[in-house]
């Protein structure tokens, strides 16, 4: 007898196939039977007439290294039909950890990730790990409602082996190297799927200083990246310098694109490992994009195996009043912004008030590295700052930007931008669109999407969580790209789950899931596509220490199945918790 019969749905395979109609049968875990018309007993049957069905999505690019502590449904991602995650990305992570060397890397990740400092420190386990087999260990030791897989992160290599000298950057020495080298080692014989780094001068912890690994020498990352050959097992995830631009800011990348892309040509070819690494659309450089694609294209005809990690919508910095917003380190509103949220607005309100905050100065905060200098950014964004309205339009026109809509009321874009903050009761939500949006529209994302060899991540799934919300990508692929785009082409729904499902769990080597085949793990999705929708957003203060973060509710997942378990039923969690670790 099945335990489930999920009868009569549009099955897109992830195989990249034409949709059918058909029946799967699940049984211990696994899709036992695949037909057109399953006539065994089940204990359960769901109706999926109408749905789509679809494998369980994979999630390459998450930053639940510290959530993984506190929370066992795992949002945003458990919500939008993910049903594994890769997490360790960008070479931050919290393992190994020295004991009492936590402080360290919650610098990192904060002023990386955006998560809350206080978050970490009161949510994470500490002291239940040091080493990365420990850390793995941990985490088996739990359930969640997804399969959790997880990276080696350069930085808390370097941290734990060269303390303070890895943390300014200072040079490894070769005794510094061979330890680093036999850490990543231990922890892929021990079950990582990779290692990851981050080389861009961007990623600087909450003091302002780039986080370890930043300016590693050349013979320092092959050597950590050998450790993948000896053991041929493995992906190296990569940020590389220059992916959003020269950072002059921040005093400049110190390595160009072409010396990235050949040193992750050398190591694909050397090791004979993947490489993923970040590829965006950027302001400095637009089409230089499509000249890093061409290249890729050649070396991997020449044997390496590069596979630029790409998004599917703009890169989006978020602004509300309860997240960060233009007008936050004004020193009128830094008297009000403990107030609780009601008076604080009815403050805002008052006209001597809102005369004194727009004539304010900034005060700068404490850490030069904190996430809290996002309002500069606010501060220059007009044109291309949106309202998020309902139904969100992802690919605005420039008539809709702020620049625009204030000059058409005859306002300063802070007198429209703060008036805009305070209506209706403060719940108003604006985005501003930088990477991939360059020219208005979302053309260069469908080329990057279709290309063959991208693969689909930067989701950022549990970071970013009061500033950037991707993690809803999957549902957004679906809707956005196979179905409502209106400025341009769209990408067929069986090329799109393909590429979130099977191309993803490929990459990392889960080659037991991320198809709809027979003696495949049953994670799979039921979907009302048609009435598959992105809703609201919404602030919660469900984090450790009442930290704040933003999610996005999706409609239309009738049921999601994690390892032939249902944990979700209508849109709600079911309270299962059938996840567990990804072993490489």
């Known amino acids: 007898m099945l335990d489930t019969l999920i009868k009569g749905g549009t099955i897109v395979d992830g195989l990249g196939g034409a949709p059918r109609i058909g029946d799967i049968g699940i049984k211990d875990g696994l899709i036992v039977e695949l037909g057109d018309a399953i006539v065994a007993d089940a204990k359960a049957v769901l109706n999926a007439a109408g749905a789509i069905v679809t494998p369980g999505f994979v999630d390459i690019h998450t930053h639940y290294d510290g959530q993984i502590s506190w929370d066992d449904e795992m949002n945003p991602s458990a919500s939008h039909g993910v049903t594994s995650v890769v997490m360790g990305n960008c070479g931050v992570g919290f393992a190994p950890v020295s004991p009492g060397g936590e402080r360290d890397l919650i610098e990192v990740m904060e002023g990386v990730e955006d998560i809350p400092g206080t978050a970490l420190y009161e949510g994470i386990e500490w002291g239940a790990w040091e ?3 420990e850390y793995l260990d941990y985490i088996d030791s739990r359930k969640y409602a997804l399969n959790i897989g997880t990276q080696i992160p350069h930085a808390a290599v370097r941290n734990y082996v060269m303390g303070e000298r890895g943390r300014t950057n200072e040079p490894a020495t070769a005794d510094d190297i061979a330890k680093m080298r036999d850490i990543v080692a231990g922890g892929l014989k021990a079950g990582a799927l990779g290692f990851s780094s981050s080389r861009t001068i961007g990623h600087r912890s909450t003091k302002g200083v780039s986080i370890p690994g930043t300016f590693a020498a050349e013979e320092e990352v092959i050597a950590l990246t050998d450790a993948m050959k000896s053991l041929d097992k493995g992906v190296f995830e990569l940020i590389p310098a ?6 002059e800011q921040f005093g400049g990348e110190q390595r160009s694109t072409e010396e990235e892309l050949d040193l992750m040509t050398r190591i694909s070819k050397a090791t004979g490992r993947p490489v993923t690494f970040t590829l965006l659309q950027h302001a400095e450089a637009q089409e230089e994009w499509r000249r890093i694609l061409d290249q890729v294209s050649t070396a991997n005809q020449n044997g390496a195996n590069l596979h630029p990690q790409v998004a599917s919508r703009p890169i989006g910095l978020v602004t509300n009043l309860k997240t960060y917003h233009l007008f936050q380190r004004r020193e009128t509103f830094l008297r009000l912004a403990e107030l609780p949220f009601d008076e604080m607005l009815t403050e805002m309100k008052k006209p001597d008030v809102r005369a004194a905050i727009l004539s304010d100065r900034n005060i700068k905060p404490e850490l030069p590295g904190t996430m809290e200098n996002v309002h500069e950014v606010f501060k220059i964004a007009g044109a291309v700052l949106f309202e998020i309205e309902d139904p969100i339009d992802y690919e605005p026109t420039p ?5 625009e809509r204030a000059k058409r009321a005859n306002q300063d874009y802070e007198e ?13 939500f604006a985005i501003m669109l930088s990477s991939n949006f360059c020219s208005y529209n979302h053309d260069a994302i469908y080329e990057m999407l279709s290309h063959p060899e991208t693969v689909t991540g930067l989701s950022d799934a549990g970071a970013h969580v009061t500033l950037i919300f991707d993690g809803v990508a999957p549902t957004y692929q679906m809707t956005h790209w196979s179905r409502d785009r209106t400025r341009g082409q769209r990408i067929p729904l069986e090329f799109i789950v393909q590429k979130q499902s099977y191309k993803n769990a490929q ?8 198809s709809l085949e027979v003696g495949k793990c049953a994670d799979i999705n039921v979907i009302d596509f048609e009435e598959l929708q992105l809703l609201g957003l919404e602030v919660h203060a469900d984090l450790p220490a009442g930290g704040k973060r933003i999610l996005q509710p999706a409609k239309g997942y009738i049921a999601t199945f994690v390892n032939g378990v ?13 996840g567990q670790l990804l072993r490489g």
Do not use: C, W
Request: a negative charge.
């Open 131 to 133: 080493t990365f087999p």
């Open 507 to 514: 990459l990392y080597g889960l080659h037991d899931r991320g």
């Open 399 to 403: 008539d809709k930007s702020f620049a």
């Open 416 to 428: 429209y931008m703060y008036d805009f903050l305070i209506q209706d009761d403060g719940s108003r």
């Open 242 to 247: 220059g992916v959003i631009g020269d950072l």
């Open 566 to 578: 249902k944990t979700r039923e209508n849109d709600r969690d079911t309270g299962a918790r059938p």
